[in-house]
């Protein structure tokens, strides 16, 4: 998108000519004729970088740059000046600016300054998300599925990573929507940008649109800076936006225009910023009873249901419990330093019956707990939750005959793939072909039932 610069010359001619030149290379430019010009005009402005005279009338630039500084963090700030020292320099340096420009120059200069400085800030910033992002990123989990519904689930991702269309995580609390976002993130030509997540249902109506959108400095009270908000911070990348059948309608329009239009308008600016991000919303709510029952605009539903995913919930993919939980307490074996090395079969067979209403989230937070309460190298009942030991018998006993059907299948299913291994020599390309699945479908299945070609 065009970077903004604010040029700030005593020299007319020379604000005039490094106007035409940066204008040529389509930055957005403004001039000021002095500091005190520049500091009237910064607010109204917002530059992202600050070409600055050193000897100017009144307040010159070296007073300048605190200010600047102070007033527009976000900005890079860039000295001119005829009286170049190495001294000089230094102290430029000190008191905030990135790059110092010894007159006169060439317009290729000041080109170069300005690219090397956008770059820098390019660093910046993902730096910035990745450090506050770290303690989400750290102990991320791959995502465990071999159940052909979840299968299905990652191969319709992994088609939707390719395209910038918006995508639409359904599905029950607790089931990773985000875990899924990221997936379908990493997957993208956008994988070396920002990921930037945000809970819709987590932020204040009166403090949202300021984090959605940014603001300006003095936009409303308490506003004593700029802020760029998470679209401007993910442009390039990816937003997610979790719980989105949270977002309070009077910010619905203004999502929708960002959707539509690609640009967002910071509060108390007078322009609009081109954003190039991809969108990825998620909720546990049915926007469709939302938009009947006129809590959610329908325009705007639709532009979020371009791509549409129906994550299941984890009583619908049982087969995937037991990989589960031995990966669950081989995580929380190394997070707790316990020595606990698996879990007894009558304790399994409890977990995969209960139907799980807090889906993948409650079942880690059981294994953690049933960690923490472990004395022995072996899970057991004892160190699981009453309301999963003391199951109703007609609950058990209705999963249990679910699951052998279940196990009925998978040993047809498991028979029919080695046939087809066998036919095609071991080829599993081939093998997918005659079976009708997709090849990355048939390398989970042969992992989930252990064969050999």
Not at 260 to 277: A, F, H, I, N, T
Not at 298 to 320: I, S
Not at 350 to 377: S, T
Request: hydrophobic fraction near 45%; proline fraction near 4%; include cysteine.
């Amino acid at each position: 998108m065009p970077q903004r610069i604010l040029i700030v010359d005593d020299d007319e001619a020379l604000r005039e000519s490094l106007a035409l030149v940066l204008g040529a290379e389509g930055y957005e430019t403004s001039l000021a004729q002095n500091g005190a010009d520049a500091l009237a005009r910064i607010d109204d402005t917002m530059p992202d970088i600050v070409l600055c005279d050193l000897r100017m009338p009144g307040i010159d630039g070296l007073a300048l740059l605190p200010e600047l500084a102070r007033r527009r963090p976000d900005a890079t700030l860039i000295l001119m000046s005829a009286y170049g020292t190495e001294e000089l320099a230094l102290e430029a340096m000190r008191r905030g600016a990135y790059d110092y420009l010894a007159k006169p120059f060439q317009p290729a200069d000041v080109l170069l300054a300005i690219r090397k400085a956008q770059e820098r800030e390019r660093l910046r910033r993902k730096s910035e998300l990745l450090a506050r992002d770290v303690e989400r990123v750290v102990g991320e989990r791959p995502i465990v599925a071999a159940s052909p519904v979840m299968i299905e689930v990652l191969e319709l991702i992994e088609r939707a990573a390719e395209y910038k269309a918006t995508v639409l995580l359904t599905g029950e609390s607790g089931t990773g929507k985000e875990v899924l976002a990221r997936a379908i993130h990493a997957q993208s030509p956008r994988r070396s940008e920002s990921f930037v997540a945000v809970n819709c249902g987590a932020i204040p109506e009166t403090l949202l649109e300021s984090e959605l959108f940014g603001h300006a400095r003095g936009a409303f009270t308490g506003a004593d800076r700029a802020r760029r908000g998470l679209f401007l911070e993910a442009d390039g990348g990816t937003l997610f936006l979790d719980e989105v059948g949270e977002l309070p309608f009077s910010l619905q329009v203004k999502l929708l225009r960002v959707l539509q239009e690609e640009e967002v308008r910071p509060l108390g600016e007078s322009k609009s910023r081109p954003v190039d991000v991809r969108v990825i919303a998620a909720t546990a709510r049915q926007l469709e009873a939302e938009v009947a029952g006129g809590r959610f605009r329908e325009d705007l539903f639709y532009r979020l249901n371009v791509l549409r995913v129906e994550v299941p919930p984890l009583r619908d993919r049982r087969e995937d419990i037991p990989l589960l939980v031995d990966h669950f307490l081989a995580l929380f074996r190394d997070a707790l330093a316990k020595s606990v090395r698996g879990i007894n079969d009558d304790a399994l067979q409890r977990l995969c019956v209960y139907r799980w209403p807090g889906n993948v989230r409650e079942l880690e937070n059981v294994i953690e707990r049933a960690m923490i309460l472990a004395r022995g190298e072996q899970l057991s009942l004892r160190e699981l939750p009453a309301n999963i030991v003391q199951l109703e018998a007609a609950e058990a006993d209705g999963a249990a005959g679910d699951l052998s059907l279940r196990k009925a299948r998978r040993a047809a299913e498991s028979e029919m793939i080695r046939r087809a291994l066998r036919e095609t020599g071991g080829n599993r390309t081939h093998a997918a072909k005659l079976l009708g699945i997709s090849h990355r479908a048939l390398l989970y299945k042969v992992k989930e039932y252990e064969l050999r070609e």
